[in-house]
Every structure is written in C-alpha cells, then in structure tokens.
C-alpha cells in the first residue's frame, strides 16, 4: 500500500513563497493523477492542484496563476509550488491520488500566512 508523506509546511508571508513535497513509500506507477488537497478551520477538504501521468495540470480557480504543481516519477514525488500567498491559503494540505483515495491519506503539512 502506497503511504504518502507531505512536508515543507510552514510559516509564509502574504505574497511571500512556500514549496510542498509529497513523498511515495513506492512508485506512482500504480497512480494515474495525484492532486494536493487541502483543508482549513471548519470547511470541507478540497482540491487545489491535479497532475495527470502524462503531465497536464488543473487548478481551483482560487490558486490558478499562483500554484504551480510538478512530479518528479523518479523520485516517487510531488511538489506544489505556492507563490502570491494569501491568509485564505492558510490550511493542512495533503497530496493523494486523484480521485482520492481513504487509505492514502496522511497527516498533510501545515502551511499559515500571516504577517
């Protein structure tokens, strides 16, 4: 079973800069789309950004322009690029595969923007 580890959460600046990796415990192979979620203070989880196998991105309307997500197959890794930060962006994001699924969910990383 494929576990997924995110990291790189932090403290930003609004309209500063935050860099998520979302680490496989084995290839992606089996995965075809991988996503990163995420979930602030009392509302649902949501999908952000989405990576087909073949590369093709998709975005929620509320970061497109401003996230950016990539993968790296060789190294069972996904990353989301996340510039322009906004206090709305202040949530635990998570990376899953797209649609997601219950047993790869982890602990997310936790990412605030505040001045």
């Known amino acids: 079973q494929v576990q997924l580890v995110e990291s790189g959460g932090g403290l930003g600046q609004p309209g500063g800069s935050l860099r998520l990796s979302c680490t496989a415990s084995e290839s992606f192979f089996s995965i075809d789309a991988m996503g990163w979620y995420r979930q602030a203070p009392g509302k649902q989880r949501e999908l952000v950004a989405s990576i087909s196998g073949g590369g093709s991105t998709g975005y929620a309307d509320s970061v497109n322009g401003r996230f950016t997500i990539s993968r790296d197959i060789d190294k069972n890794t996904v990353f989301l690029q996340m510039n322009s930060l906004k206090p709305e962006d202040t949530a635990v994001y998570y990376c899953?595969?797209?649609?997601?699924?219950?047993?790869?969910w982890g602990q997310g990383t936790q990412v605030t923007v505040s001045s």
């Open positions: 899953n595969a797209v649609p997601f699924r219950r047993e790869y």
